[in-house]
């Protein structure tokens, strides 16, 4: 199979979706849910990127394989995390959790980067800072008043 644009892929597999909507049965018939494009993406690792979480649904309903990765060996699991799609449709369907990409990342540690627990970390400084500051306000007062 040729090379196709991550545009062209996510278009055809939409198109086929629509298709498959109207007549169940026969997504198993189109064998282009393992297709890769030059980006070596199947369709469920790009409609993942795509953020488009209906079809990754879809895709993952009709048996895609939530086990496939990129060349830089990423999962469906890491790919979500990472663009912050909802991971529960995979996790759902035992994909396995402790996969390493080439650089040795889990899934999980992908979360920590893409700025979930980053942003936690962030808001808890925030909050650390702004009671230290009442703090240091309240001290302050109390000095001038005793």
């Known amino acids: 199979m040729s090379p196709m644009s991550a545009a062209a892929l996510l278009s055809t597999m939409l198109r086929f979706a629509r298709i498959c909507h109207l007549q169940q049965s ?3 018939t189109i064998p282009t849910t393992e297709a890769r494009n030059k980006d070596d993406l199947t369709p469920l ?6 953020r488009k979480q209906q079809m990754v649904e879809f895709l993952v309903k009709k048996e895609a394989n939530i086990h496939v990765f990129d060349k830089k060996k990423r999962t ?7 663009y912050e799609s ?9 994909v396995n959790i402790f996969s390493q ?8 540690e992908c979360a920590v980067i893409s700025g979930v627990i980053i942003h ?18 309240w001290m302050r007062f109390l000095r001038k008043t005793l």
Do not use: P
């Not at 909802?86 to 035992?94: D, I, K």
């Not at 990409?101 to 999980?108: L, P």
């Not at 936690?120 to 009442?134: A, G, N, S, V």
């Open 76 to 82: 469906a699991l890491m790919f979500a995390v990472s």
């Open 86 to 94: 909802n991971a529960v449709s995979l996790l759902q369907h035992s």
């Open 120 to 137: 936690q970390l962030i808001t808890d400084h925030k909050e650390k800072r702004y009671l230290l500051k009442i703090a240091t306000q």
């Open 26 to 28: 026969c997504f198993h």
């Open 45 to 50: 690792l790009l409609t993942i990127s795509e």
């Open 101 to 108: 990409d080439v650089f040795g990342w889990t899934a999980e």
